[in-house]
């Protein structure tokens, strides 16, 4: 009576397919809540896909992956010294991101001849290497021999080509003298531009990490649903919820499966800063003082208004007199953010 996403296998299956045969190098990203199908499936998808390295995003989502998935673990988050000792039946499968010289004197004086990918600080400026930061790590990998497997590169997702940026770090790379930078392993770039990358670079082998784009490029092949738990009819004026309000106008209460605990209802910055986005941030602004907000439920194809915030693991909704009132156990489907939805259920057909 949760949340259920529900998978069209074979279409899903098909894109998946398709995807990776148009990535040679690709390297699934299985990161977070597994883009809303959990890590464990994700890792078993990659495996049937045949790739050799799949990406997790921190240490401690390792064990999950590890187990169901035989090929080496690209971790994105940058080694630092507090992270736990691995496994040491892991360390062997285990690529570190590494942006710092005394992070990578650290690794490798804890686990010598660590594999690592040394990341380059992009127009991003989240982690990695400077120019002149990845020249001075030059002695130490010289000096402490690691297994260096290329080069990192993070990219914003702003409109806009990234091909001069990452000629730019690629150069820095080859500038800096260290062996084992001739394969780079990157986000975010287009599927043209990563054709120019390999034809610029043709003695370079490009990994594309992908994420979104392999495990939701088909979006009409996954639908969320809740169940209607209960339905009462209200008139204008009628109290309900935790907080007593009224109802606006003669109509229906629907209690619907789905809340806080599932990520219902709580809205993440948005970075589209377009006139037509701060106008709908305006609108539901409107609608929020007057205690009319949109819901994710849609009923008959019209997204319904929550009737008061969302409970933990429930919502309650306003359905206004003349539209078609749901029966109890009958499914609604929502519109979910895949990345910030924890589901109950997941159905592959």
Do not use: C
């Not at 969320?224 to 009819?233: K, Q, R």
């Not at 309650?316 to 589901?343: H, I, K, N, Q």
């Amino acid at each position: 009576m949760g949340l259920t996403l529900t998978v069209d296998g074979p279409r899903w299956r098909d894109h998946l397919r398709a995807y990776a045969d148009a990535h040679p190098g690709l390297v699934p990203v299985v990161k977070g809540n597994g883009y809303g199908l959990t890590p464990g499936r994700l890792a078993r998808r990659s495996q049937w896909l045949g790739v050799d390295t799949i990406a997790v995003g921190t240490y401690e989502e390792l064990p999950e992956v590890a187990t169901r998935f035989d090929g080496s673990l690209l971790v994105l988050t940058p080694w630092r010294s507090f992270v736990p000792d691995l496994d040491p039946a892991l360390a062997a499968r285990v690529v570190h991101t590494v942006g710092r010289v005394e992070d990578l004197e650290a690794l490798l004086a804890r686990h010598p001849g660590a594999r690592v990918v040394l990341e380059l600080l992009t127009s991003m400026q989240r982690h990695g290497f400077s120019a002149r930061g990845l020249w001075d790590a030059a002695e130490p990998v010289r000096r402490l021999r690691p297994r260096v497997e290329g080069l990192a590169l993070h990219l914003p997702l702003a409109q806009g080509s990234h091909l001069g940026e990452v000629r730019r770090r690629i150069n820095d790379a080859v500038g800096s003298g260290i062996d084992g930078l001739d394969t780079v392993w990157v986000s975010h770039l287009t599927d043209d531009e990563l054709e120019q990358l390999r034809t610029s670079f043709p003695d370079f082998t490009v990994r594309p990490r992908s994420g979104t784009g392999l495990w939701l490029g088909d979006r009409g092949a996954l639908r969320v649903t809740a169940t209607v738990l209960d339905v009462h009819e209200v008139a204008r004026g009628d109290a309900f919820g935790y907080r007593s309000r009224t109802a606006p106008k003669d109509g229906h209460l629907l209690v619907v499966s789905g809340g806080t605990a599932h990520g219902i209802g709580l809205e993440a910055p948005t970075g589209d800063s377009s006139l037509r986005s701060r106008a709908a941030t305006l609108a539901r602004g409107g609608l929020d003082a007057v205690g009319f907000v949109r819901s994710p439920f849609s009923i008959d194809g019209k997204q319904r208004l929550f009737a008061e915030p969302p409970h933990m693991q429930a919502s309650m909704l306003f359905l206004p007199a003349g539209a078609r009132v749901p029966a109890v156990g009958e499914e609604v489907d929502v519109r979910v953010r895949y990345t910030t939805t924890r589901v109950d259920r997941v159905e592959v057909t």
